[in-house]
């Protein structure tokens, strides 16, 4: 199947073109041309995305983005990529304004080249790109998958999600973040140590050169029986903190605050992992470019003779590549979404 992937769900405006082969056991993607353009300079001044103004800037990267990945593609007459089979494009979840701008423009396309128009879930997006580790072997022709059952953690800056994964296609969620999410932690502490928008990776930065064991920041719920995450009780003592001890070193506090939220995101994966009898772990989200968390989680599935699966950092912040898979996995479950944007969409 060749797809036209288009993602437009926060700041980043991202179009790829790949075609996967190998059916929905086991798929095998090849990228043939992908763009991503960050709107980060854009939303910096304001310490966060203002979706109005990313709305604005999609609508202009759109479609220099789309020349872009069409000049390695061959195409017919009109324009149209030679052999595009379907446009997969984010739905949900997102900022409403942003979806809408990527929704629009591929139905436009799609209309133009007469190709159908599928609506993707950004969550499926991250959780599949376990994919493009460089380890996510397929199994020969008749062997059973290997890959399940598996625990997937997503860590974005919306959400926090431990999915439990019999197969490509089964899974259900066994907890999620009561609160803030994980990236958003990250986002919320870099505000408070006066560090750039966007805050996870400048936390990871500082973090490198501070003491991680220089303050116990508390894990919250690292001991309770379920799968949940809450991570605002850390952000506000990591806040208390700051402000009780203006002398602080703050690559100190980075490096606390970052083993604090590490922690308790490993030890529940390992905990579901070793509940569930899995022996596979995917890690996916925007915080699953830190490479801490990359670290301390592929030592612990070690550790607990689990193997673990991460994409390249690239793909784990928002790119259009994870749409094409989410794109894939509709299709060939034939599971529609509405070409609608959706704030809020679960996995
Ligand atoms: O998946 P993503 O790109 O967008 C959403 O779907 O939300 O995730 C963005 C989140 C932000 O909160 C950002 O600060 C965080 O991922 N992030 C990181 C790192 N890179 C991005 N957090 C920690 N360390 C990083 N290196
Ligand atoms: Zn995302």
Known sequence: MNILAIETSCDETAIAFCAIRGGIHAPKISILSEVVASQIDVHREFGGVVPNLAKREHTVNLPIALEKVMKKIPR???????????????VGPGLEPALWTGIEFAKKLGKLWNVPVIGANHLE?????????????RPRKGQKSKLFPAIGLIVSGGHTILVSMDSMISRKVIGE????????AFDKVARMLNLPYPGG??????????????????RPLIHTKDYNFSFSGLK??????????????IADIAASFQAA????????????????????????????ANSALRKSLSGA??????????????????????????????????KKYALTARGTLNI
């Open 76 to 90: 017919e007459k009109n324009g149209k990529p030679e052999k595009l089979d379907v446009i997969a494009v984010t």
């Open 125 to 137: 997006g991250h959780l599949y790109s376990f994919l493009l580790a460089q380890s996510a072997a």
């Open 177 to 184: 973040t009561l609160d803030d999410a994980a990236g958003e």
């Open 201 to 218: 990776v400048e936390i990871e930065k500082l973090a490198k050169t501070g003491n991680h064991t220089a303050i116990l920041f508390p």
């Open 236 to 249: 506000t003592a990591v806040l208390y903190y700051t402000k009780n001890n203006p002398s602080a070193k």
């Open 261 to 288: 939220a590490i922690d308790v995101l490993i030890h529940k994966t390992i905990r579901a992992a070793q509940a569930s009898g899995a022996k596979n772990i995917f890690l996916s989200g925007g915080v699953a």
């Open 301 to 334: 599935a070690r550790k607990n003779n689990m193997r673990f699966f991460v994409a390249p950092a690239k793909y784990n912040t928002d790119n259009a590549v994870m749409i094409a898979l989410a794109g894939f996995f509709s299709r060939m479950r034939k």
